[in-house]
């Protein structure tokens, strides 16, 4: 990443250590702030008087270049086998401490890492905490005499991808495809080699050439808004045309010559840097010279914001509305005038409001008469399909559906339940084992579609599930699956014999636990719905049917058990709710189960037989519309009774007339 924004980091990776000469008279380097890291091979191969003129290279670099905690500074690193930090980038300050310290160093004469030595540099060398600064470019030296024994091109594309420009220097045995793997490009300006170090000073000469030959608005943060214009060792900034330069030296600002009143323009002046447009006000428009307006006729050229009628003056606009219509607050939109609001009609019913202007209509269950205002009441029931299914009941505009007495009217408002108590959960529990045997199956299939037959099944209404079990349990459709006999029935029919064992206790406790369970349809304990579990089955359980009998009756569910065949008594018994004599029934033949069927209605429905009449709460909504219903039945009934009793009145009054 670019440490600067105008600035590409130069980090010179130099792999071996050049020495050049140097007189005391030469200027020094001022090329801007730099940090710059020496990266020197000190392996075996490297002969002491070969260091020694490595040595000295750096030494006459820096005597090159303007040291200082503000200018250049300078760190130093050597490897071999190891990598060895000899000083920091915030060690000295000043050059004679860096001759000093360089003087100090002692070769490691190991081998020659030149890898982890430029990771070492990458990570470590150009950080914060080791005096590396901010927006200033990193410059290293490395110099090697021989070919790394570790891999060296991944750690530096690395490097460069951080923003590193490796310079790569060898000498003699040095590996040209290793320095150029190193290297930055191109090549021509990063890869040195030379054939001893005597001649390594060349690469001095270069390399002092190249920093101080730097642009600084290339490499430094210059700031310039604009422009950045170098000079030799410094820079100014320019800005664009239509711009002038802050005072800051560096910041452009427009020149805004409306602001300046700098301009010609008669009404509105439109600033860009540096030049200027004309503009008119609405109303106006721009006259050929361009600085010039002239009025327009707003409301012609449909510049204008009235909802209807726009009354044109020069320049302006007023607002006005069509005939039946009024102008609101904002002088723009209208509103129509609604006499039927206003209460300007004379209507009976209905008034329908039109701008200015109305017209009447009557309820539902009253037709217009000629006057086009008043209203006659309508026998609905006479002139709609009312759908009653016993009879329908007319009352000023509407009417509604009645049933005889002993069926009560069902929730669309419109047919007649089969008996008051059909609002009931029931779960079917049938035996579905190998002793049933699949032409019997059929008949226990038909068993439980002769039962829905005597039930009024809806979603509101009675909800019927079915489970089949024999060694194992299984849902063939639960409670909140079919809305309709129909449904049902066609579903019994699809049901498939499961054969194998009669594990009926398992089959209660699946009833108990899930079958009249809400997530399955049953509907929620507060609602008093009457919850039935029948079971049928055709011989002894193979396992213990007691204690999920026993909790089904606790948990408020009124059993039934219906036995063929093998069946046990005393397991039927067990099962059925009390009292036992209505809740229990056995047949030797399959044959003979549709007997059971029809005498089992007559427990679905207790009104129609000797069992217990459901009692509803008074207060629940279904109550209270069944007595509305039966209440408004009556009315009707004795209407019609005193309506032929006035009659006769009137007939015996004039008869008591005719005689005087």
């Given at each position: 990443m670019?440490?600067?924004?105008?600035?590409?980091a130069?980090?010179y990776l130099?792999?071996?250590?050049?020495?050049?000469?140097?007189?005391?008279?030469?200027?020094?380097?001022k090329?801007?702030?730099?940090?710059?890291?020496f990266l020197?091979?000190s392996?075996?191969?490297?002969?002491?008087?070969?260091?020694?003129?490595?040595?000295?290279?750096?030494?006459?670099?820096?005597?090159?270049?303007?040291?200082?905690?503000?200018?250049?500074?300078v760190?130093?690193?050597?490897?071999?086998?190891?990598?060895?930090s000899?000083?920091s980038?915030?060690?000295h300050s000043?050059?004679?401490?860096?001759?000093k310290?360089?003087?100090?160093?002692?070769?490691?004469a190991?081998?020659?890492?030149?890898?982890?030595?430029?990771?070492?540099?990458?990570?470590?060398?150009?950080?914060?905490?080791?005096?590396d600064?901010?927006?200033?470019?990193?410059?290293?030296?490395?110099?090697?005499?021989?070919?790394?024994?570790d891999?060296?091109?991944?750690?530096?594309?690395?490097a460069r991808?951080k923003?590193?420009e490796?310079?790569a220097?060898?000498?003699a045995?040095?590996?040209?495809?290793?320095?150029?793997?190193?290297?930055?490009p191109?090549?021509?300006?990063?890869v040195?080699l030379v054939?001893?170090f005597?001649l390594?000073?060349?690469f001095?000469l270069?390399?002092?050439?190249k920093?101080?030959?730097?642009?600084?608005?290339l490499?430094?943060?210059?700031?310039?808004?604009?422009?950045?214009?170098?000079?030799?060792?410094s820079?100014?900034?320019?800005?664009?045309?239509g711009?002038?330069?802050?005072?800051?030296?560096?910041?452009?600002?427009?020149?805004?010559?409306?602001?300046?009143?700098k301009?010609?323009?008669?009404?509105?002046?439109?600033?860009?840097?540096g030049s200027?447009?004309?503009d008119?006000?609405r109303g106006?428009?721009l006259?050929?010279d361009k600085r010039?307006?002239?009025?327009?006729d707003l409301?012609?050229?449909?510049?204008h914001d009235c909802?209807?009628i726009?009354v044109s003056?020069?320049g302006v606009?007023?607002?006005d509305?069509n005939?039946?219509?009024t102008?609101?607050?904002d002088?723009k939109?209208?509103t129509?005038?609604?006499?039927?609001a206003?209460?300007?009609?004379d209507?009976?019913?209905?008034?329908i409001?039109?701008?200015?202007?109305?017209?009447?209509?009557?309820n539902?269950g009253?037709?217009?008469?000629?006057d086009?205002?008043?209203?006659?009441n309508m026998d609905?029931?006479?002139t709609?399909?009312h759908?009653?299914?016993h009879?329908?009941v007319s009352?000023?505009?509407?009417?509604?559906?009645?049933?005889p007495?002993s069926q009560?009217?069902?929730?669309?408002?419109?047919?007649?339940?089969?008996?008051?108590?059909?609002?009931?959960?029931l779960?079917?529990?049938?035996?579905?084992?190998?002793s049933?045997?699949?032409?019997?199956?059929?008949?226990?299939?038909q068993?439980?579609n002769?039962?829905?037959?005597?039930l009024d099944v809806?979603?509101?209404?009675?909800?019927?599930?079915?489970?089949q079990?024999?060694?194992r349990?299984r849902?063939?459709?639960?409670?909140n699956?079919?809305h309709?006999?129909?449904?049902i029935?066609?579903?019994?029919?699809?049901?498939d014999?499961?054969?194998?064992?009669?594990?009926?206790?398992l089959?209660?406790?699946?009833?108990?636990e899930y079958?009249?369970?809400e997530?399955?349809?049953a509907?929620?304990a507060?609602?008093?719905?009457?919850?039935?579990?029948?079971?049928?089955t055709?011989?002894r359980?193979?396992?213990?049917?007691?204690?999920?009998?026993?909790?089904?009756?606790?948990a408020?569910?009124?059993m039934y058990?219906?036995?063929v065949g093998?069946?046990?008594?005393?397991?039927?018994?067990?099962?059925?709710?009390?009292?036992?004599?209505?809740?229990?029934y056995?047949?030797?033949?399959?044959?003979?189960i549709?007997?059971?069927?029809e005498?089992?209605?007559?427990?679905?429905?207790?009104?129609?037989?000797?069992?217990e009449?459901e009692v509803?709460?008074?207060?629940?909504?279904?109550?209270?519309?069944?007595?509305?219903?039966?209440?408004?039945s009556?009315l009707?009934?004795l209407?019609?009774k005193?309506?032929?009793?006035t009659?006769r009145?009137?007939?015996l009054e004039?008869?008591?007339?005719?005689r005087?």
């Open positions: 670019m440490k600067m924004k105008h600035l590409t130069l980090i130099v792999v071996f250590t050049a020495a050049r000469p140097q007189t005391g008279s030469e200027q020094k380097c090329s801007g702030p730099v940090d710059l890291v020197i091979d392996s075996r191969s490297v002969r002491p008087h070969e260091f020694e003129t490595m040595r000295k290279f750096m030494i006459d670099i820096l005597d090159t270049l303007d040291i200082g905690p503000n200018a250049t500074r760190g130093v690193v050597q490897y071999s086998s190891q990598v060895r000899e000083f980038l915030k060690t000043k050059l004679e401490a860096m001759v310290n360089i003087n100090q160093i002692v070769p490691l190991q081998g020659t890492m030149t890898g982890l030595a430029i990771k070492y540099v990458m990570d470590l060398a150009f950080t914060a905490e080791e005096g600064r901010p927006k200033v470019p990193n410059v290293a030296v490395i110099v090697t005499d021989g070919r790394p024994q891999r060296v091109a991944e750690v530096a594309a690395d991808e923003g590193i490796i310079y220097v060898g000498v045995r040095a590996d040209m495809a290793s320095l150029r793997a190193m290297a930055s191109p090549f021509e300006d990063h040195f054939e001893s005597d390594i000073h060349q001095g270069q390399f002092q050439d920093l101080c030959g730097v642009d600084l608005c490499v430094s943060d210059h700031g310039c808004d604009h422009i950045c214009e170098s000079s030799p060792g820079y100014h900034c320019l800005c664009l045309p711009y002038t330069l802050n005072d800051d030296g560096k910041t452009c600002a427009a020149v805004d010559l409306c602001a300046e009143g301009h010609n323009c008669e009404q509105i002046c439109i600033s860009s840097p200027f447009t004309c008119c006000n106006y428009k006259n050929d010039t307006c002239s009025t327009i409301c012609a050229e449909g510049k909802e209807q726009c003056s020069p606009f007023t607002c509305c005939d039946g219509h102008l609101n607050e002088k939109t209208c129509p005038i609604d006499l039927c206003e209460g300007k009609h209507c009976e019913q209905i008034c409001s039109a701008p200015g202007v109305f017209t009447c209509d009557c539902k009253f037709k217009l008469n000629k086009k205002k008043t209203c006659t609905l029931c006479k709609v399909e759908g009653c299914e009879q329908c009352t000023p505009g509407s009417y509604y559906c009645v049933c007495d009560p009217l069902q929730e669309d408002g419109k047919s007649c339940g089969a008996c008051k108590s059909a609002n009931i959960d779960v079917l529990l049938i035996d579905g084992s190998k049933v045997r699949p032409q019997n199956f059929e008949l226990v299939k068993f439980v002769q039962v829905v037959d005597s809806s979603a509101h209404g009675t909800r019927v599930g079915l489970v079990y024999s060694s349990v849902t063939e459709f639960p409670l699956m079919y309709s006999a129909e449904e029935k066609a579903a019994v029919m699809k049901v014999y499961m054969e194998k064992g009669t594990m009926t206790g089959a209660l406790k699946h009833m108990l079958s009249f369970s997530a399955e349809g509907r929620p507060n609602r008093h719905i009457p919850r039935i579990g029948l079971v049928f055709d011989g359980s193979q396992d213990d049917i007691t204690e999920y009998a026993k909790q089904a009756k606790e408020g569910i009124t058990a219906v036995g093998k069946a046990v008594e005393d397991e039927l018994r067990e099962i059925a709710s009390e009292p036992v004599e209505k809740h229990f056995y047949t030797t033949d399959f044959t003979a549709s007997n059971i069927a005498n089992l209605k007559l427990n679905v429905c207790p009104e129609e037989s000797q069992g009449i509803k709460d008074p207060c629940a909504c279904e109550s209270l519309v069944e007595f509305q219903q039966a209440t408004m009556s009707e009934q209407t019609h005193l309506a032929g009793m009659a009145l009137e007939q004039n008869q008591l007339l005719s005087k």
